[in-house]
T-cell receptor
Framework: GNSVTQMEGPVTLSEEAFLTINCTYT??????LFWYVQYPGEGLQLLLK?????DKGSNKGFEATYRKETTSFHLEKGSVQVSDSAVYFC??????????????FGTGTRLTIIP | GAGVSQSPSNKVTEKGKDVELRCDPI?????LYWYRQSLGQGLEFLIY????????KSGLPSDRFSAERTGGSVSTLTIQRTQQEDSAVYLC??????????????FGPGTRLLVL
């Protein structure tokens, strides 16, 4: 079956530090990959996505590249801000398994940025 | 435009009572999903609707859980005879359609359920 493994948290960084949150996946088909973010007191929001190998998703200074050879979709940001403090979820959807439209999520990584 | 809305935002109930949770998807979205977010289990899929049909109910944890969708729009998740382990945040999401590479799921704010 499908599964997502992501870096255990919590992660605490200083402002302007470089961020990497690791995510690897197992899928029976050829999945689309997503990063969702949950800011304190808010709902899940799509941060970025990639639908095929070597695609790079990007948004708000965050990037992630779909690496089929390593089954990975690591999230990176060059210089984090206090406002990036949130819980980040890696997820996949198996697009070729018709009728199986669900997202499979990782456990989430809590990120705290200190000034 | 309006996003996915859910009601109530918070619900406290006593063990053994039934509860109904409501989801209003984004207008025009034909696919609707329910997930559950709990401390012990993370984010889990419950059920998926395409129109009023539910092709995938595989995530419903027991027969105490049921869901319906009417008119291809509003959905209700019902939990009968609630147990303390049902305490969680119940999230609803919708997407424009199903299948294909570009179908992004948009999430509502969730209903926080506490069973005493």
């Amino acid at each position: 079956g499908n599964s997502v493994t992501q870096m255990e948290g919590p992660v605490t960084l200083s402002e302007e530090a470089f961020l990497t949150i690791n995510c690897t996946y197992t899928a029976t088909g050829y999945p689309s990959l997503f990063w969702y973010v949950q800011y304190p007191g808010e709902g899940l929001q799509l941060l970025l996505k990639a639908t095929k190998a070597d695609d790079k998703g990007s948004n708000k200074g965050f990037e992630a590249t779909y690496r089929k050879e390593t089954t990975s979709f690591h999230l990176e940001k060059g210089s984090v801000q206090v406002s990036d403090s949130a819980v980040y979820f890696c997820a996949l959807r198996d697009v070729f398994n018709f009728g199986n439209e669900k997202l499979t999520f990782g456990t989430g990584t809590r990120l705290t940025i200190i000034p | 435009g309006a996003g996915v809305s859910q009601s109530p935002s918070n619900k406290v109930t006593e063990k053994g009572k039934d509860v109904e949770l409501r989801c209003d998807p984004i207008s025009g979205h034909t696919a609707l999903y329910w997930y559950r977010q709990s401390l012990g289990q993370g984010l889990e899929f419950l059920i998926y609707f395409q129109g009023n049909s539910a092709p995938d109910k595989s995530g419903l944890p027991s027969d105490r859980f049921s869901a319906e969708r009417t008119g291809g729009s509003v959905s209700t998740l019902t939990i009968q005879r609630t147990q303390q382990e049902d305490s969680a945040v119940y999230l609803c999401a919708s997407s424009l359609g199903a299948g294909g590479f570009q179908e992004t799921q948009y999430f509502g704010p969730g209903t926080r359920l506490l069973v005493l």
